[in-house]
């Protein structure tokens, strides 16, 4: 396992050249590259998570009394065994991944999948709006999820634009592999995806990232 990846457990402080590196989550890439190219489009991303709460367009559900449970009463541990079972292959946890080369980016995967000669990425997302529907309808080409799409060729895929994708691109890249198991779950329905990892978007996304780490991040967290 430690051919494809480094995998340390350690504070999020981490001395190194006399600087200190506190990691950036992959999963804010998105909102970095938007502040660095001074665009006007906001991230959801790039605004203070709120723990325990639902989505806003879920509160008049909380306000009836229903329950996250009752309206998802499943967790990503659960799926990560349907997984296993359906296509015969061992999930591996692990803990927070710390990027090598480059210590100021990690990722906490949900897990890895060992696939012949290599361990390859596995990303779980639950959509809260999509607890108790369908993921994608087949059969009318459309998705329920807006990061979900319909190529030209009717095949569904990963929308390149949405910060999923970069957040996915990203984590391959710390972690050192080149495809990710992409599993979208709902009650109803579970869609598949592999995605390759995208050397041209990392060259891209990878100085933009540590510029504004080194440029603005850095400076906040010393003074």
Same mark, same amino acid.
């Given at each position: ?48 998570? /709120?723990? *325990?709460?639902?989505? $806003?367009?879920? =509160?008049?559900?909380?306000? !009836?009394?229903? @329950? ?80 979900? /799409?319909? *190529?030209?060729?009717? $095949?569904?895929? =990963?929308?390149?634009?949405? !910060?999923?994708? @970069? ?57």
């Amino acid at each position: 396992m430690d051919r494809y990846f480094e995998k340390l457990l350690v504070p999020r402080a981490q001395k190194k050249h006399e600087n200190i590196y506190l990691p950036v989550v992959t999963k804010h890439a998105a909102a970095i590259c938007i502040y660095v190219n001074e665009e006007n489009t906001l991230s959801k991303t790039d605004t203070p998570m /709120i723990w *325990n709460r639902p989505p $806003e367009s879920q =509160l008049a559900n909380y306000r !009836k009394g229903c @329950t996250l449970e009752s309206l998802f009463p499943s967790d990503k541990s659960n799926i990560k065994g349907m997984i296993n079972n359906l296509f015969q292959t061992e999930i591996y946890a692990t803990g927070i991944v710390i990027c090598f080369k480059q210590p100021f980016l990690d990722y906490s995967p949900d897990g890895f999948i060992f696939d012949e000669e290599e361990f390859q990425l596995l990303d779980i997302k639950c959509p809260f709006s999509s607890a108790n529907s369908i993921i994608v309808d087949y059969d009318n080409e459309a998705s329920m999820v807006n990061y979900l /799409i319909f *190529n030209e060729s009717n $095949e569904v895929e =990963l929308k390149k634009m949405h !910060k999923y994708y @970069t957040q996915i691109e990203m984590s391959m890249y710390v972690v050192n592999v080149k495809l990710c198991h992409f599993f979208v779950y709902s009650m109803n329905q579970y869609a598949y995806l592999n995605i390759e990892r995208n050397e041209e978007f990392l060259i891209l996304v990878i100085p933009k990232i540590e510029q504004f780490y080194f440029e603005n991040y850095i400076n906040l967290i010393m003074w």
